[in-house]
Every structure is written in structure tokens, then in C-alpha cells.
């Protein structure tokens, strides 16, 4: 069974900082792009970071460049978020799924998880 699931959100002040870890199950990640996207009910879905099956390329919106990082250990199966200066816009669920990545960006593919809900508020 196909199974994304994540973890390390929680409610955090303006300013703070979390890692969201992305754990697959069921296959294997290394095969795969993986991206991180987030739901919020003002502003819908939004594609936040992705990075390559090998890790070599990585794309992030806009929005948090310089404050957010990507990065995978394919041994564990995880993919790992880490949000630095965390702003109240960036309040949201935030869900790991597979991706496809081009120059132009990334998009979501077949497999998702759940989400885990990143709040910040003072």
C-alpha cells in the first residue's frame, strides 16, 4: 500500500521555525520527485517546494524562497521541509506528494498524504 505520510507541523509564533518530515511507504522514494504544497481556505492549493529524485535540483515558490529548505535522505524514505521565519501567511496544511519537475516548475502527481496543519500566530 501507497502511503505518504507527515509529521512536525504545530503552532508556532511569527518568526519561528519547524521541519515537516514526508515519509513514504509502499514503494520506493528514490524513484520519485517529491514536492511539498500547502491548503489554506483564503488562498486554496499552493505548490510551495520540490525537489528531484536525486536531490540535485530543487524548485520553491516565490513566496519562500530564502526561508524554506528542501532537502531528501532516500535511505529513510523521507523527505524533509525545514520553514525558518515563519510568517502568519504561511498558516496552512502542508502535504507531501509525488511531483513532476521541469524547468518550469513542479506539479503534483498521483500520490499524496494527508497533510499536517502549520499554524502561526502570536
Known amino acids: 500500500q501507497v502511503q505518504l505520510v507527515e509529521s512536525g507541523g504545530g503552532l508556532v509564533q511569527p518568526g519561528g521555525a519547524l521541519r515537516l518530515s514526508c515519509v513514504a511507504s509502499g514503494f520506493t522514494l528514490d524513484s520519485y520527485a517529491i514536492g511539498w504544497f500547502r491548503q489554506s481556505p483564503g488562498k486554496g492549493r499552493e505548490r510551495v517546494s520540490c525537489i528531484s529524485s536525486s536531490g540535485g535540483s530543487t524548485y520553491f515558490a516565490d513566496s519562500v524562497k530564502g526561508r524554506f529548505t528542501i532537502s531528501r535522505d532516500n535511505a529513510k524514505n523521507t523527505v524533509y521541509l525545514q520553514i525558518n521565519n515563519l510568517k502568519p501567511e504561511d498558516t496552512a496544511v502542508y502535504y507531501c506528494?509525488?511531483?513532476?519537475?521541469?524547468?518550469?516548475?513542479?506539479?503534483?502527481?498521483?500520490?499524496r498524504g494527508q497533510g499536517t496543519q502549520v499554524t502561526v500566530s502570536s
Open positions: 506528494a509525488t511531483a513532476l519537475m521541469t524547468g518550469l516548475g513542479c506539479w503534483q502527481d498521483d500520490y
